[in-house]
């Protein structure tokens, strides 16, 4: 059974600091990786995608991959209020265009 | 780019009635879509894989008689919940896959809301 785990939640950060999401996976096959953000009662929309090891930043937020490790991260700078929401992570599952999907990690961000 | 819509973004219909939902690509053509199904304050479970022109792949446990599925075109596909029950009751996304671009991302559609008294 392939898996996604995150812890879900919720986590706290106050405005302006740096939040941490973490997301392991066990298919080690898995080359594609997926960080979503999801706004109660909407669907999730795109963040952003990692395919290789190490960091990849785009505007406020990095993502972080070790394949060794089986280990995906979101780096969120200068949290704002705005950014609370649930987090998901999703792994593409090896020779399919299928995701799993992690139960998700719920972010607040205190004002 | 990469837009998909879906209508109705909510339904409330009586027990043993059935409901049809659409998603639309509608920048781009998806060769595939994927419909998924989210219970309060659960992750997304995918239910199906639709590809356009053949049968849809329901993931275990789904019942392919009772949640049809149509991919008709690169940008429509439709679920239809047959007879629903209370239990049907759930927050409703498709997906469709970019797949004819260079990364294999799925872009959400916003979802429909299907209450089922």
């Known amino acids: 059974q392939k898996e996604v785990e995150q812890n879900s939640g919720p986590l706290s950060v106050p405005e302006g600091a740096i939040a941490s999401l973490n997301c392991t996976y066990s298919?080690?096959?898995?080359?594609?990786f997926f960080w979503y953000r999801q706004y109660s009662g909407k669907s999730p929309e795109l963040i952003m995608f990692?395919?290789?090891?190490g960091d990849k930043e785009d505007g406020r937020f990095t993502a972080q991959l070790n394949k060794a490790s089986q280990y995906v991260s979101l780096l969120i700078r200068d949290s704002q209020p705005s950014d609370s929401a649930t987090y998901l992570c999703?792994?593409?599952?090896?020779?399919?265009?299928?995701?799993?999907f992690g139960t998700g990690t719920r972010l607040k961000v205190l004002a | 780019g990469a837009v998909v819509s879906q209508h109705p973004s909510w339904v409330i219909c009586k027990s043993g009635t059935s409901v049809k939902i659409e998603c639309r690509s509608l920048?781009?053509?998806?060769?595939?879509m994927f419909w998924y199904r989210q219970f309060p304050k659960q992750s997304l479970m995918l239910m199906a894989t639709?590809?356009?022109?053949?049968?849809?792949?329901?993931e275990q446990g789904v019942e392919k008689d009772k949640f049809l599925i149509n991919h008709a075109s690169l940008t429509l596909s439709t679920l239809t919940v047959t007879s629903a029950h209370p239990e049907d009751s759930s927050f409703y996304i498709c997906?469709?896959?970019?797949?004819?671009?260079?990364?294999?991302?799925?872009?959400f559609g916003p979802g429909t809301r299907l209450t089922v008294l």
């Open positions: 990692i395919y290789s090891n």
């Open positions: 997906s469709a896959g970019h797949t004819r671009a260079r990364t294999d991302t799925q872009y």
């Open positions: 999703a792994v593409k599952v090896a020779g399919t265009y299928k995701y799993i």
């Open positions: 639709s590809n356009e022109g053949s049968k849809a792949t329901y």
């Open positions: 298919d080690r096959g898995s080359q594609s």
């Open positions: 920048d781009f053509q998806a060769t595939t």
